[in-house]
């Protein structure tokens, strides 16, 4: 091994909680997920034919689908239904059912006066936010083929300022709609945060668990003759936070090049990372320099040195003796017997 070679090593934080790397987390620390959304999704493709998509969200967390024939919520986790009774679950089915079929209406009415072009999406967003030490805050818009179109604020719907002349149409003739307004207002500023609020607390022992991921290395394809493609792999990790990046020596290399975080089935995740070196800047066996931080009540410095520290001393070690044996060549460093030199004193010999 040339020790001489700089030396590239993968640092890993997963910062579980939410909480910062430097800090200690309690459970009274636990904030959790601070965002619920329902999003509606009409898909457009003629006059007569249009699909319906309905989910809801705990910030990247699905929580719920939605059978747009029954006008059923699913409940995909065991707390999905928060603290709400079985009564007020079934008044959100309805609300959201009775979206589903009057906005696609609406649209489909004014196709030509809103210069609407098949095939085309709507989505309707109803979402709430709980800022760390505020009160809640709810939202609600309306995006055309992905892009705002207009937003619901204080029983008023208002246009987007990408949304044109078309936004200003949608929001005049919604405004119309007084009585309906009240009622999306009581939605989106009382139903929704205390829905969230009571997501938070039945799935909190869910929503705080922290898994452990695997890490491993492997190479990918060459960017070029003489050069290597280190590819990293974490797998497998809850919560989501997650930083990681490729180090030499104390310096974070810029070339570090870090892929989309992408959900398992079991609701952890897997994040694959790179980098493009030379191949003679690899120098060392890397899986042994994954250094890897997860337990909050220990900080990363000290698992950082309890990695790599000990690996430093052995190579340095190991580097001290080739040395010491090269400068000061001796039979034994070669495993060759001992030869005594004759003038100088034997056993026993003073």
């Known amino acids: 091994m040339d020790f001489s070679a700089p030396r590239w090593h993968l640092f890993l934080i997963l910062s579980s909680l939410q909480c910062l790397p430097h800090s200690i987390c309690s ?20 006059r007569s034919w249009t699909q319906n998509l309905g989910s809801a969200w705990l ?8 059978d747009s024939k029954t006008g059923i919520l699913i409940h995909l986790r065991p707390w999905s239904k928060g603290n709400f009774s079985n009564r007020e679950l079934m008044e959100q089915e309805r609300s ?21 072009e098949y095939p085309f999406q709507v989505q309707l967003v109803k979402s709430c936010v709980l800022p760390f030490g505020e009160a809640p805050v709810g939202f609600l818009w309306i995006a055309y083929q992905g892009s705002d179109l207009v937003s619901f604020q204080n029983t008023s719907w208002w246009p987007s300022p990408k949304g ?5 149409q949608v929001s005049k003739l919604f405004n119309q709609y007084h009585v309906v307004n009240l009622r999306i207002q009581a939605h989106v500023n009382d139903i929704c945060p205390r829905f969230l609020l009571g997501l938070l607390d039945a799935g909190k022992a869910d929503l705080q668990r922290q898994v452990r991921p695997e890490a491993w290395l492997s190479t990918g394809p060459s960017q070029g003759p003489g050069h290597l493609l280190l590819v990293c792999h974490v797998s497998g990790f809850y919560p989501k936070p997650v930083w990681v990046t490729w180090m030499r020596g ?3 290399h810029q070339g570090t ?8 089935a079991d609701g952890t995740w897997y994040l694959q990372t790179s980098l493009d070196v030379e191949a003679r800047e690899a120098g ?7 250094v890897l931080y997860w337990e909050q009540d220990r900080p990363v410095s000290l698992v950082f040195l309890a990695v790599i520290v000990p690996l430093v001393l052995l190579a340095g070690l190991a580097f001290w003796l080739w040395k010491r044996c090269k400068s000061h060549w001796r039979p034994q460093c070669t495993g060759l017997p001992l030869e005594r030199d004759p003038s100088s004193p034997g056993p026993g010999r003073p």
């Open 96 to 116: 959201l059912h009775a979206a589903s079929i009057a906005f696609p209406l609406i649209f489909q009415n004014h196709v030509s006066q809103w210069q609407l």
């Open 250 to 252: 104390e310096q974070e």
């Open 59 to 66: 910030d990247e967390l699905q929580t719920h689908g939605w």
């Open 257 to 264: 090049r870090r892929g989309e975080v992408l959900p398992h």
């Open 164 to 168: 044109g002349r078309r936004a200003q």
């Open 284 to 290: 060392g066996p890397p899986c042994q320099d994954i």
């Open 27 to 46: 459970d009274t620390d636990f904030q959790g997920p601070n965002s619920f959304r329902i999003i509606l999704t009409t898909s457009f493709y003629n």
